[in-house]
């Protein structure tokens, strides 16, 4: 049985190299997980129109994936996805 002094590496399905992550944010136990709460919060309940967006803007927008891509850039190799986005039309 699982308890708040249960040690999190005791924790079915928690994968060990990920106990070390916690270890830095000392969440060692399931109290110290519950009793975690993250640095910032952000409000994804508001829904911006995709054609009032900005650009740099973190933001919620609702619509129907049509393509999605991806690329490596080749200086510093990172990932880049890239994704069309239709609106849903409301009648």
Known sequence: MISLATP???IKGLP???SSRLKKLK??????LLWHFPARYEDFSRITKI???QAGQATTIQGTVKKITTRRTWKKHLTIIEAVIRR???H
Do not use: C
Not at 27 to 32: H, K, L, R
């Open 8 to 10: 999190v590496l005791n």
């Open 16 to 18: 060990r190299n990920f």
């Open 27 to 32: 969440i060692e136990t399931v109290g110290d």
């Open 51 to 53: 054609a009032k967006l």
């Open 88 to 90: 849903i039309r409301r």
